[in-house]
Each structure stands twice: as structure tokens, then as C-alpha cells.
């Protein structure tokens, strides 16, 4: 008795590599076409809305506070799509351009913080404008091909 | 002045219940995806909600009983069980995303931490059920409601294409991902539908006392209350089509709701878009915690109502503070409030049979209703909307995997 169960726990242990293995590809992920299209609309969307923010914030029409909460909201939402995409198994031409827009998620990451942490800075405002308004169509071009 | 008065409940349960957090959410991403093309799904819910409301409203004119009371007489123990645990968990939900709708709005409106506002949310919606009347409760929250206005005002500000919004006020299928949009038909409907609203509608009824000489207002109260809240959800969602769908924008967040006025309007757009929003869904958690409890207390026969002074309905005050607590709960553990809006809306469609079958039948029935009975065109409404609560209801839970909740 006291035999076999020490054989079953042997073999747990051996087993349980393998299982991490398993449980930590799958929450890596795999990522097809249609998942970084998604993505792609997603993180344009982000973008987008942090460039109408910041506009609406520069012309007065907003409160900063509510700028501060919704800039940062959507970084979150910006920095979750570029973790994912890092985390994710692609190769090829997908992994590239899962690669690129990592890359674009995390400077519109970076951008909304700054919104988010001055949105008295009128200056600012104006190029975070610009800048995420570029990401949003670079992200919506890496999503809709090659 | 009376009049006007007597249309409060009308306009409290069209505010609360058709323009609450779900009703923001659905519409914004409605009219950012596919611009006008779903006004029809508000249209249909709008008219069915206000068949359905006139209903309960003529029941309790005549039978001076909330609906959910006749219910559980004419079905039984078992089936009313049933409705009632049904109608609670989707009430549970419903308000979780209510309560944090609150706290969201006061957070986007502060800049403050979200947690404790949370906790100050519950805290003020627990005083105003305690100390507030019925009266004055329903009031405060319908009269400053009415600041979702500003989205009406907005919409036509922004010169929209009436002639496609028009076009969009027929039903059509789409060929652009036809599960989004079917999805998104699906939640609207849902939203405007939701069970909470006829309830509170009837239990209200009770409250401000209607008899069978209040069966006029009850109409006014069904037709320009309701048909108040169809204005506002449309507006909603042709906003969003002008402001959100060219720049790409697909809302995930309340706050987005707000920049369509700020665009259109300025800065005292987006404030009064803001405290219209938050006297919506305050008031929406309000109809919430009071229907989910009136059904409790009428269910098991407690003595219940705003009418009643705490120490003579004590059960129903413990199950509405129970209610609230636990709702509070769940969004003090990190759930994000729109996701479980969502959830609420769609699990509030797989159980819309179980609250509108009931009241066709009570409706129907004669030895409640005498001469007051449903009428050839009642009858003939009553049946289309079964149809179409049966077919919303069937397709609600499929529609929410397959689109992984109107992602794609």
C-alpha cells in the first residue's frame, strides 16, 4: 500500500512538468488571423477615442478629472492587448505584424498615461493628439493585411 | 399639475428601466457599429414594454394587487418559485451593474478612487430607500433623469441623416457580421424589456394607490413615459453613430457615452450628459432593489411597500438592504460593472417569458379583471411580443458565446 502510493506520487511528479508546460502554453495562447483583427479594431478604437479625449480636452469641453480616469482606462486597456500580443505564439508574417502591433499598443500605452497625468498640458494634448490618431490607423492597416 | 405628478412613475420607470447602464452600453456600441440600422430593436422594445406596462398598470387599477401577488395565486407555488428565483437573479445582476454604474459616473465626475465610491454609492442609494418616500423618490430621480435630454438635443445638433435614421426604424438583417448585429438586437430588446420594469411599474402602481379611476393615467403614464425613454435610447444611439462609428470608436467603457454630448455641445454638454447619467442609473438601482424586494415580500405575503413605515414591513426592508449589500459585493470584488451589465442584460432575456407570460394570462383573466380584460388589440400585441420574447429568449445565451458578447 505504502509502496504504491509512493509509485503514484513518483509518477504525479513525473507527470507534472508536463502539465505546467501545457497550462502555461495555453495561457500563452495561439493567435490566428481573424484573433489580431480583432485586436487590431480594438486597439484602433482605443486610440482613436484617446485622440477625440484629448482634442475634447484641449478645447475645454471635458473635465480634467474625467480625462485623468478615461485616459487611463483606456492605457489599461492599450497595455492588456500589447501583454497579449507578446504572450502569444504566432510565427511568420502573422508574428511579425502581432509584433508590430504590440509595438503600436504600447506607445498608445504610453501616450494615454501622459494624457492621463497632465491634462492641464495643452501642449501635450495637441502632439498626444497626433500621435494616437497615427497609431489608431497604423493599427487598423497592420490588422487588415500584410 | 396632478398630471404631471401622476406621470413621475411613468418617467422614473422609463428612465430608470429603458435608459439605465445597459441601455447606455447596448445603444453606444449599437449606434458605433452599425449607426442607425438597429433603431428598429428600441422601437419594437419600446412598444412592447408599453403593451406590457399598460397591462400591469390596468391590473393593479382594478384589482388594487401588484402583478407578481395575482401571479403567484394564479400559477401556484412551483411556477411562481420559479419566476421569482429567476426574476431575482437577474434583479442581483442587474443591480451589481447599476451600483457600479453609479460609482463609475461619480468617479469619471470626481477623479476619485473607484472602491470607495462604491461603498459611497451604496451608502446614499441605502439612505434615499430609507428616508426618502415613495414620492419624493420616484421624483428626485425622474426629474433629474430628464438631463439625458441633452442627448436628444445633441443628436440634432449634430445634423444627422434623418432620412437614413428613418430607414433604420425598419427591421433588417445585416451582412456585416449578422451575429454582432443580431446580438446586438438581442441585448437591446433585452434592455428594454427588462422584468424589473414591469414590476416595479406595478408595485408602484399600488403605492401611489390607483384605483379604477386611475386608468387613465395609467395609459398616459405607459405611452409618454415609456415612450420618453424610446426617445432618449434612439438619441443615444444616433450620437454614437455621428460622433463614434466615422472615428472608429467601439465603446467599452461608460465614460464613452459622455463625449458624444461633449462633442456636439461643449462642456455643458457633457456635464449635464453626466448628471443625467447619473441620476439614470441611480434611479434605475433604485427601481431595482425595490422590485427585486416587492416581489420577495408579495411572493411569501409580507406586509411591503414605501408606504409602510420600516417597523411594519420589516422583511421587505431586510430583503431590499440584502439586495443592495450583496450587489455591492459583487462589484467590491473587481468585476468590471459593464461586463456584468451584459451578462445581466442577456440572462435578462433567456427569462423574459417567464415575466410576460404570467401577465398575459392575469390580464386575461376575467375573474380579476371583469370588464377590464384584455381587448382584441391587447390580445393581438400580447401574442406578437410573446412570439418575439420567445424567439429573444431562445437565441439570447447562443448569440453571447458564439459572438464572444458582440466581439466577433
Redesign the interface.
Known sequence: MGRGAGRDRSAALAVLPLVLLLMGLAACGGLDEDQLHTRAQTLSGDAAEGALLATQDGDGRVGSGFVQVHARELSEATADISDALRTAHAGGDLGRRASRLAHVAAQARAVLEAVAQNPDNHRLLQSAARELGAEARSAEQIGGGP | MNKLRALALGILSAIGGFVDIGDLVFNSQAGALYGYRLIWAVIVGLVGIMVYAEMCGRVVAVSGRPVSDLVRERLGFGAGLVNLGASQIVNLLTLAAEVGGVAIVL?????LALRPLVLLAALALGLSLWFLPFGILERVYSYLGLALLVFAVAAVNLHPDWGAAGRGAVPSMSGDRPLVYAYFAVGILGATLSPYEVFFYSSGGVEEGWTSRSLGDNRINALLGFGLGGVLSIAIMIVAAE??LP???????L??A??GP??AL??AG??VA?IGMLAAVGGAAIEVCLSGAYTVAQFFGWPWGKHEQARDAPRFVIAWAILLGLATLIILTGVNPVQVTEYAVIFSAVALPLTYLPIFIVANDRRYMGQHANGRLANALGWVYLAVILVVAIAAVPLLMLTSGG??
Do not use: D, M, N
Not at chain 2, 472615428?247 to 467603457?253: A, K, S, T
Open positions: 468617479h469619471l465626475l470626481s477623479g460622433v463614434l472615428r472608429g470608436i467601439q465603446p467599452e467603457f465614460g464613452t459622455a463625449l461633449a462633442v461643449g462642456a457633457f456635464y453626466l466581439q466577433g
